[in-house]
T-cell receptor
Framework: AQKVTQAQTEISVVEKEDVTLDCVYE???????LFWYKQPPSGELVFLIR??????QNEISGRYSWNFQKSTSSFNFTITASQVVDSAVYFC?????????????FGEGTQLTVNP | KAGVTQTPRYLIKTRGQQVTLSCSPI?????VSWYQQTPGQGLQFLFE???????NKGNFPGRFSGRQFSNSRSEMNVSTLELGDSALYLC??????????FGPGTRLTVL
């Protein structure tokens, strides 16, 4: 069985603060993909990043960075110098097995509020 | 490049009715997956279609069904609606197995 846990239900920060969203996953598959999506109030899930199980390199994209650690089954997401526009629900997701990208298991989501 | 489109965006139905939702994937994407999002259960996988065949199915009752057409457009149907079916239904398309792009969703309210 697969499982994704986002222990932080809600996080509130002040603009320009750094914030890290935690994600812990469980799977028995050796090949899998991890994703982060952003869901603004409009409802559409916006793709942020995909990482496969064989690539543990951390990634940075502008103010966003991701830390993938297989040893702890974690895939954490950090926003540096947060902005009000970052306010949204963020989901971590896992896809594994043969159709690893087409059937995703999502975490419960973390509501991030960035206050001015 | 146009994104995933879903119609209608909002829908209100009463218990016992049935509903059909439509999803048009990104051009060139042959896989379409459907998800249900509710406050209580979160985001849950419904089913996935590829080349007009259902390849994966989640743990939902038989009232939930879908199909895919030769142009990759997909529809999902819910029969005998229940109050608990009120949700945001999201469709995602994929070209390969590596990532999914989501549409804006259809918000279904069952009264």
């Amino acid at each position: 069985a697969q499982k994704v846990t986002q222990a932080q239900t809600e996080i509130s920060v002040v603009e320009k603060e750094d914030v890290t969203l935690d994600c812990v996953y469980e799977t028995r598959d050796t090949t899998y993909y991890l994703f982060w999506y952003k869901q603004p109030p409009s409802g559409e899930l916006v793709f942020l990043i995909r990482r496969n199980s064989f690539d543990e390199q951390n990634e940075i994209s502008g103010r966003y960075s991701w830390n993938f650690q297989k040893s702890t089954s974690s895939f954490n997401f950090t926003i540096t110098a947060s902005q009000v526009v970052d306010s949204a629900v963020y989901f971590c997701a896992l896809g594994s097995g043969e159709t690893s990208g087409s059937r995703l298991t999502f975490g419960e989501g973390t509501q991030l509020t960035v206050n001015p | 490049k146009a994104g995933v489109t879903q119609t209608p965006r909002y829908l209100i139905k009463t218990r016992g009715q049935q509903v059909t939702l439509s999803c048009s994937p990104i051009s060139g994407h042959r896989s379409v997956s459907w998800y249900q999002q509710t406050p209580g259960q979160g985001l849950q996988f419904l089913f996935e279609y590829f080349s007009e065949t259902q390849r994966n199915k989640g743990n939902f009752p038989g009232r939930f069904s879908g199909r895919q057409f030769s142009n990759s457009r997909s529809e999902m149907n819910v029969s005998t609606l229940e109050l608990g079916d009120s949700a945001l239904y999201l469709c995602a398309s994929s070209k390969n197995y590596n990532e999914q792009f989501f549409g804006p969703g259809t918000r279904l309210t069952v009264l």
